[in-house]
């Protein structure tokens, strides 16, 4: 008797190794449903006035930090295209002339979206800009980012797949509380209005309104999602991405890419690579092609910190998605592992999870070797699609918890990435249940080209 309950003892013990991943976060989020704002919530408020600009927002202009890409609708008719901006040094204003354009989408007509691209600004300075005309102007501020080097302290926000539920809207202002962020590394999903009849565009912009609060005052640097696709060939809409590539623009032709989907930016001390999950990226296509060249062109000197944004996550221990990312983690791993990228954060997954260092980029076919490994020359692989769209949390993981899962847990939240220098930024996640200074996850990074150590946290060898 007692040699058996020893023998089932020894076998749990056994078994409890085996599964010997990372973190599988105790915390349990109370199950309540979640749903999106009505449609006369506060955050969707219409400004005042006969055609008002409205859903402001900003994001990187080209491909140093000098540039700002302004855009805004107005409702009723074109209205101005001019953008003025000014500094408080300056004595008069400055203007820059943008374009203007609507789309059809089944039986939605837009309103007249305005893009305006600031050029040649100083760098690290308080700008602030107005749109609009005589009474209905509205004036809003930014910060430009310091001049791109290798030492440059910055901060990251990263949110993904927000969408615009009541927990989309603490999200959002959970990430506003924290004084830090300067700029949002927004990794796909906006508003989820292909979730509504016919994709109701209606949804577009309200969504547009909801996240004017912050992406009117810090570039909002975007990735496009599976709910940016909107391709409905039954009410005879054949064009993916329409409503999305007409209302948020990139600058993609500063860095040679063909595509709004896929572009660069260096930011501070941080060179960002964008790619596009629902396009094309089979050898010899345009991105492939893109990516190809690209990689060669970053130079860890200038911007230590390589960072990519896609939406479907390559490593993801929740049964959501699993292995959707596949194809492209087989493409285009070994480039990220030879090229030493220090973080890729992805979304498409509603809950959060970091893996450890790692890479799966022995396999051949016929050798078998298909297990990812410690890999110190590996990205760390990030999962936030947790911004809290009406699709709900995803809370149903693969047990056991993979080795290569460092800390996963299903919980509504945002992270931050805090540059330190060219060596160290550390990185925080917040479940939207705690106040803003509680890191429920944390780690500190070690960038890959000047300090390829292994990081303390790391728990896999
Ligand atoms: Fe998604």
């Known amino acids: 008797m007692g040699l058996t309950v020893l023998l089932v003892f020894g076998l749990i013990l056994n078994a409890a190794m085996l599964c010997n991943g990372g973190v599988t976060s105790l915390f349990v989020r109370k199950v309540e449903p979640t749903k999106d704002m009505p449609l006369d919530s506060d955050v969707f408020r219409v400004p005042p006035g006969y055609n008002a600009p409205q859903q402001v927002h900003i994001t990187q202009g080209d491909h140093d930090g000098k540039g700002v890409i302004v855009s805004w609708v107005t409702p009723s008719e074109p209205g101005?295209?001019?953008?003025l901006y000014w500094t408080a040094n300056d004595k008069h204003k400055y203007h820059a002339e943008g374009h203007v354009r609507k789309y059809k989408f089944y039986n939605y007509t837009?309103?007249?979206i305005h893009h305006c691209t600031l050029r040649n600004l100083k760098i690290d300075t308080q700008y602030y800009y107005e749109v609009g005309i005589?009474?209905?102007?509205?004036?809003?501020?930014f910060r430009t980012p310091p001049k791109v080097g290798p030492d440059v302290p910055y901060t990251f926000g990263l949110i993904g797949d927000l969408g615009q539920s009541f927990d989309s809207n603490r999200t959002l202002a959970h990430y506003e509380s924290n004084p830090n962020g300067q700029t949002v590394l927004y990794v796909g999903d906006l508003s989820y209005a292909d979730n509504y009849p016919f994709h109701d565009n209606v949804r577009w912009d309200t969504w547009g309104r909801f996240t004017e609060r912050s992406a009117a005052y810090q570039p909002w640097i975007w990735t496009a999602g599976n709910h940016e696709i909107d391709f409905v060939p039954e009410i005879g809409e054949k064009v993916p991405f329409k409503p999305y590539r007409n209302r948020y623009h990139t600058p993609y032709r500063?860095?040679?890419?063909t595509s709004s989907l896929w572009y660069s930016i260096k930011r501070a001390s941080a060179y960002i690579i964008v790619l596009s999950s629902y396009s094309a990226y089979g050898k010899y296509t345009p991105q492939y092609r893109w990516l190809e060249a690209?990689?060669?062109k970053v130079d860890r000197k200038e911007t230590p910190w390589l960072i990519v944004l896609m939406h479907s996550p390559w490593y993801n221990s929740y049964n959501y998605h699993?292995?959707?990312?596949?194809?492209m983690r087989v493409m285009y791993e070994p480039w990220f592992v030879q090229y030493k990228v220090d973080v890729v954060f992805a979304g498409h997954v509603h809950a959060y999870e970091r893996s450890e260092r790692i890479s799966n980029i022995a396999y051949n076919v016929v050798n078998g070797q298909c297990t990812p490994i410690s890999d110190q020359s590996a990205p760390v692989y990030i999962t936030i699609g947790d911004g809290g769209n009406l699709e709900g949390l995803a809370t149903n993981m693969t047990?056991?918890?993979?080795?290569?899962?460092?800390?996963?847990?299903?919980?509504f939240g945002h992270a931050i990435f805090e540059i330190k220098n060219r060596t160290h930024a550390y990185y925080t996640w917040h479940r939207n249940q705690d106040g803003e200074a509680v890191a429920a996850d944390s780690t500190w990074f070690y960038n890959r080209f000047w300090y390829p150590l292994e990081e303390p946290t790391s728990a896999m060898k």
């Open 322 to 327: 699993y292995m959707e990312g596949e194809t």
């Open 254 to 257: 500063a860095s040679g890419s």
């Open 134 to 141: 005589k009474h209905t102007m509205r004036q809003f501020s």
């Open 399 to 411: 047990e056991p918890q993979p080795k290569y899962s460092a800390y996963r847990e299903a919980s």
């Open 80 to 83: 101005s295209n001019t953008v």
């Open 110 to 112: 837009s309103g007249f």
């Open 294 to 296: 690209e990689l060669p």
